[in-house]
């Protein structure tokens, strides 16, 4: 199972961003005139989201949506991302549109705001011989990490939803 972290771009081009736990990129797609079953297919091509983030304060309807279907945390910055900013932390990324750069955008953000988090989580669940995915994605969803590497039955339970 390959959790992601989801940064969605809506209007009339659509674009989805999906990084894996560590922050590297997995995919990203763009799509014209799209619908919710695009999103949710897509999404489900590249694994299981833990996070799904829009770029702006105040999340679009089909972000928190989608963050509904795959009952996971919805990730809404404090601001919006200003276009300067996206473009400064992008500069070392690929991205083929605006809306791909946007959605990246939204889902590095996600990713930062749990980074710290992340790295402590992973650490500790090497230390355990756990999972570190599957720990990073409890802590996420707002379990501690000790609660997510000390109680196997429930991480168990956790993930055969």
Not at 12 to 19: E, V, Y
Not at 57 to 86: E, G, H, M, Y
Not at 101 to 116: E, G, H, I, M, Q
Request: net charge positive; aromatic share 8%.
């Amino acid at each position: 199972m390959n959790h992601i972290i989801v940064g969605i771009d809506t209007g009339k081009t659509s674009a989805i961003a999906c990084m894996d736990l560590h922050g590297n990129i997995l995919s990203s797609y763009t799509a014209k005139s799209s619908g919710l079953p695009w999103f949710v297919e897509k999404i489900r091509e590249s694994g299981v989201p833990v996070v799904i983030s829009g770029d702006k304060k105040k999340s679009q309807d089909t972000v928190r949506k989608l963050a509904s279907i795959f009952n996971c945390v919805l990730f809404a910055p404090k601001d919006d991302i200003p276009v300067w900013k996206k473009n400064e932390e992008l500069s070392t990324y690929k991205v083929n549109s605006i809306h791909e750069r946007d959605a990246l955008s939204a889902a590095r953000a996600a990713y930062n705001k749990y980074s710290n988090k992340l790295g402590q989580a992973e650490r500790l669940a090497k230390l355990s011989h756990a999972n570190p995915d599957e720990i990073k994605a409890m802590v996420i969803r707002r379990y501690s990490v000790y609660e997510a590497i000390n109680n196997k039955e429930r991480v168990n339970r956790f993930f055969k939803k």
